[in-house]
């Protein structure tokens, strides 16, 4: 598929999350966009990042221990869990209206770091809401 004038491969793992890194095989974490959900950001937002750690998530925790952390995140923030909801009954829950609406902007911030960069991306998506 192209995205623009870029050509691009996209790839949605059939393993359980937390095995994503095994869905990686074969594939090099140089030029890599991982699109994923985020407990630490509020609902809705879409932020830019290259490298860094896991943060708790155990699929990026599973793509950082096949490939290493120099990657491309695009993270959509889902907030935290209403009191008395567990992390794992919040994050396989049903997605809030706020998230549903970020994940346009995500693909937006996608096609950014195709088409100019995660530099770009990061100045255009990482600002205020």
Same mark, same amino acid.
């Given at each position: #598929?192209? %995205?623009? @004038?870029? +050509?691009?491969? @996209?790839?949605?793992?059939?393993?359980? #999350?937390?095995?994503?890194?095994?869905?990686?095989?074969?594939?090099?974490?140089?030029?890599? %966009?991982?699109?994923?959900?985020?407990? +630490? @950001?509020?609902?809705?937002?879409?932020?830019?990042?290259?490298?860094?750690?896991?943060?708790?998530?155990?699929?990026?925790?599973?793509?950082?221990?096949?490939?290493? +952390? +120099?990657?491309?995140?695009?993270?959509?923030?889902?907030?935290?869990?209403?009191?008395?909801?567990?992390?794992?009954?919040?994050?396989?829950?049903? #997605?809030?209206?706020?998230?549903?609406?970020?994940?346009?902007?995500?693909?937006?911030?996608?096609?950014?770091?195709?088409?100019?960069?995660?530099?770009?991306?990061?100045?255009?998506?990482?600002?205020?809401?």
């Amino acid at each position: #598929m192209s %995205i623009g @004038l870029t +050509d691009a491969t @996209l790839l949605k793992p059939t393993t359980f #999350m937390n095995n994503s890194g095994a869905a990686l095989a074969g594939y090099r974490a140089e030029g890599l %966009i991982v699109v994923h959900d985020d407990l +630490d @950001l509020e609902a809705g937002t879409v932020r830019v990042k290259v490298g860094g750690g896991a943060g708790g998530h155990r699929g990026l925790r599973s793509i950082i221990q096949n490939l290493g +952390d +120099d990657f491309i995140r695009v993270r959509i923030g889902i907030g935290r869990p209403p009191i008395g909801v567990t992390v794992t009954d919040y994050v396989l829950g049903r #997605m809030d209206a706020a998230t549903r609406d970020a994940i346009p902007r995500a693909a937006d911030a996608v096609e950014t770091v195709l088409e100019d960069g995660p530099g770009a991306a990061m100045n255009r998506f990482n600002g205020p809401a």
